[in-house]
T-cell receptor, first 117, second 111 residues
């Protein structure tokens, strides 16, 4: 079990640029979540996938944000036309939802820290 | 909507002593999960302990235990025999499909 991995770990970009982050979940996990964490705050939910289907999006996820999980494995989160307010840690988590509907614990990746200058 | 409140932004405890972190939550659901996560400085979020709401028995993991009061919607974390490695942000969290986190409590361990 290699855990949840995220790439890159750090990203510095200029305002107006587009950025894309990648998350690789634990291999057998069918649920994948994205959260955003600003300094000194708890993580806030952005969106989640069950396999390749995006099941819920937070109102925090503006039109500039898009997430995909095309083959039900890794996921990407893209931010277009970045703004300084997008500076945050972007966390990915994954879990296994069993056939019974029971959802196991979410395991978090190390995060991608985005700085928008 | 569900909410999670941690009223202690920071706490300090002497090494080897016991500390309790407070958490309250609000929900209209009867079946749910509660968690405490630990986030060391610049490091990954780690699950400390989980509690299923349908279980009356309080969860325990080694030096970590919870006091779950369902009627009062209270879910505190007790850390016994505090160690320097326990220094971190601690987040109380409620889960339906997604996780809703509190704002966190920064725990300092004094040598």
């Amino acid at each position: 079990d290699t855990g949840v991995s995220q790439d890159p770990r750090h990203k510095i970009t200029k305002r107006g640029q587009n950025v894309t982050f990648r998350c690789d979940p634990i291999s057998e996990h069918n649920r994948l979540y994205w959260y955003r964490q600003t300094l000194g705050q708890g993580p806030e939910f952005l969106t989640y996938f069950q396999n390749e289907a995006q099941l819920e999006k937070s109102r925090l996820l503006s039109d500039r944000f898009s997430a995909e999980r095309p083959k039900g494995s890794f996921s990407t989160l893209e931010i277009q036309r970045t703004e300084q307010g997008d500076s945050a840690m972007y966390l990915c988590a994954s879990s296994l939802v069993r056939a019974s509907g029971y959802t196991d614990t979410q395991y978090f990746g190390p995060g991608t820290r985005l700085t928008v200058l | 909507a569900q909410t999670v409140t941690q009223s202690q932004p920071e706490m300090s405890v002497q090494e080897a002593e016991t500390v309790t972190l407070s958490c309250t939550y609000d929900t209209s659901e009867s079946d749910y999960y509660l968690f405490w996560y630990k986030q060391p400085p610049s490091r990954q979020m780690i699950l400390v302990i989980r509690q299923e709401a349908y279980k009356q028995q309080n969860a325990t993991e080694n030096r970590f235990s919870v006091n779950f009061q369902k009627a009062a919607k209270s879910f505190s974390l007790k850390i016994s025999d505090s160690q320097l490695g326990d220094a971190a942000m601690y987040f109380c969290a409620y889960r339906d499909d997604k996780i809703i986190f509190g704002k966190g409590t920064r725990l300092h361990i004094l040598p």
